[in-house]
């Protein structure tokens, strides 16, 4: 039976990027050696971070004074790496749920934390609007999707103060504006690459200017000035990011890639908004184009388990919401087809049936 990926992350990553490392695993670039058993500063090695870098900046548009880094110690690292960097005294961080705040948390080990909003009190259900930004802030970060709730920033925001981007689960979703940022993160493990390397995209005058002595490791400088390869990069993570940025590529780029996207999360919205067992969780303007939140309807509550098991026997994995928000959660990264969403509504569209 057909599996249909839905894991939040580690997640679905296209077939070719799967393919091509098992193969450089096997046969690394004609060398007879796995890539996993090459230098890293072998010249073969070199070509793939160089064209990595390369291709994340063609498909995002990336203005010459970014620079891109391949980093170990996931998205986690960065809620630390962001204020070290960037803060003088004073941070501005929006609370849109817990992987914000935890960035949130990290912030105040290094100067005042202004939370300028929350939707905590609401279980995160939604994106906190209509706030004010402290004008002597350093910087304000946002988490542009929220992968446990299945809200999301769909848009890049105006502000006036150099703004830093969580994108872990929806890099390469949607084009995006990099110019409005100063820094983009995330983890690569849910629409790029399996789990260990994180990305940052960062603007290079932002930086050196909190007058604070940085650990050589912790400081980006470091590694702008020696092209992600200050110590050993995660290698195979780096390589399997660039089998997915050429299939990105070969997709028809960003903007194609937002177009499957939104066809896919409306296909399944219209499904839980039409289907009477079952409610969307997120507030309808902010819901996320990556991670669809749903529960039973209030009636229909004690099918929770049965519908899980229903589905899964459908071939339907990783659907079970985040424990926090209960109920689904189906992830519709940009590497899930059509056709699972569809399988995924057959499944609902059957089950309502039954009851
Ligand atoms: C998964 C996730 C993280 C954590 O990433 P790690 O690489 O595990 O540290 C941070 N932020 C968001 C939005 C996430 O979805």
């Given at each position: 039976?057909?599996?249909?990926?839905?894991?939040?992350?580690?997640?679905?990553?296209p077939?070719?990027?799967?393919?091509n490392t098992?193969?450089?695993?096997?046969?690394?670039?004609?060398?007879?050696?796995?890539?996993?058993?090459?230098?890293?500063?072998?010249?073969?090695?070199?070509?793939?971070?160089d064209?990595?870098?390369a291709?994340?900046?063609?498909?995002?548009?990336?203005?010459?004074d970014?620079?891109?880094?391949?980093?170990?110690?996931?998205?986690?690292?960065?809620?630390?790496m962001?204020?070290?960097?960037?803060m003088?005294?004073?941070?501005?961080?929006?609370?849109?749920?817990?992987?914000?705040?935890?960035?949130?948390?990290?912030?105040?080990?290094?100067?005042?934390?202004?939370?300028?909003?929350?939707?905590?009190?609401?279980?995160?259900?939604?994106?906190?609007?209509?706030?004010?930004?402290?004008?002597?802030?350093?910087?304000?970060?946002?988490?542009?999707?929220?992968?446990?709730?299945?809200?999301?920033?769909?848009?890049?925001?105006?502000?006036?103060?150099?703004?830093?981007?969580?994108?872990?689960?929806?890099?390469f979703?949607?084009?995006?504006?990099?110019?409005?940022?100063?820094?983009?993160?995330?983890?690569?493990?849910?629409?790029?690459?399996?789990?260990?390397?994180?990305?940052?995209?960062?603007?290079?005058?932002?930086?050196?200017?909190t007058?604070?002595?940085?650990?050589?490791?912790?400081?980006?400088?470091?590694?702008?000035?020696?092209?992600?390869?200050?110590?050993?990069?995660?290698?195979?993570?780096?390589?399997?990011?660039?089998?997915?940025?050429?299939?990105?590529?070969e997709?028809g780029g960003?903007?194609?890639?937002?177009?499957?996207?939104?066809?896919?999360?409306?296909?399944?919205?219209?499904?839980?908004?039409?289907?009477?067992?079952?409610?969307?969780?997120?507030?309808?303007?902010?819901?996320?184009?990556m991670?669809?939140?749903?529960?039973?309807?209030?009636?229909?509550?004690?099918?929770?388990?049965?519908?899980?098991?229903?589905?899964?026997?459908?071939?339907?994995?990783?659907?079970?919401?985040?424990?926090?928000?209960?109920?689904?959660?189906?992830s519709?990264?940009?590497?899930?087809p059509?056709?699972?969403?569809?399988?995924?509504?057959?499944?609902?569209?059957?089950?309502?049936?039954?009851?």
């Amino acid at each position: 039976m057909k599996k249909h990926n839905f894991y939040a992350g580690p997640s679905i990553l296209p077939d070719s990027t799967i393919k091509n490392t098992a193969d450089a695993v096997l046969n690394f670039a004609g060398t007879g050696l796995s890539v996993m058993e090459v230098s890293h500063r072998g010249k073969e090695f070199v070509a793939v971070m160089d064209e990595a870098q390369a291709l994340f900046k063609e498909l995002l548009n990336i203005p010459d004074d970014y620079e891109v880094l391949f980093l170990g110690g996931g998205a986690s690292t960065q809620f630390c790496m962001v204020p070290y960097n960037l803060m003088k005294k004073k941070a501005a961080y929006l609370n849109t749920g817990a992987w914000a705040a935890k960035a949130l948390k990290e912030a105040k080990f290094f100067g005042d934390v202004v939370e300028v909003a929350s939707s905590k009190e609401a279980n995160y259900n939604y994106i906190p609007k209509g706030y004010e930004l402290p004008s002597d802030a350093d910087y304000f970060h946002i988490t542009t999707n929220n992968t446990i709730y299945g809200t999301e920033i769909k848009e890049d925001l105006d502000v006036n103060i150099p703004l830093v981007a969580d994108m872990s689960s929806d890099i390469f979703s949607r084009p995006i504006d990099v110019s409005k940022y100063a820094l983009i993160y995330g983890g690569a493990q849910k629409n790029l690459a399996p789990a260990g390397v994180a990305f940052v995209i960062v603007k290079k005058d932002i930086l050196g200017k909190t007058g604070r002595d940085i650990p050589t490791m912790l400081d980006y400088r470091t590694h702008i000035d020696k092209g992600s390869m200050f110590n050993t990069p995660p290698v195979l993570p780096v390589f399997a990011a660039l089998q997915t940025l050429k299939w990105l590529k070969e997709q028809g780029g960003i903007p194609a890639m937002q177009k499957k996207n939104e066809e896919k999360a409306a296909l399944l919205y219209d499904e839980i908004d039409r289907n009477k067992l079952f409610k969307g969780t997120a507030a309808q303007e902010d819901r996320s184009l990556m991670n669809i939140c749903f529960v039973m309807n209030d009636e229909f509550a004690e099918l929770e388990k049965e519908f899980l098991d229903f589905a899964t026997e459908r071939g339907m994995i990783g659907i079970k919401g985040h424990r926090s928000v209960g109920g689904f959660r189906a992830s519709t990264y940009n590497a899930l087809p059509y056709e699972s969403v569809k399988a995924l509504v057959e499944t609902m569209q059957e089950f309502e049936k039954k009851h």
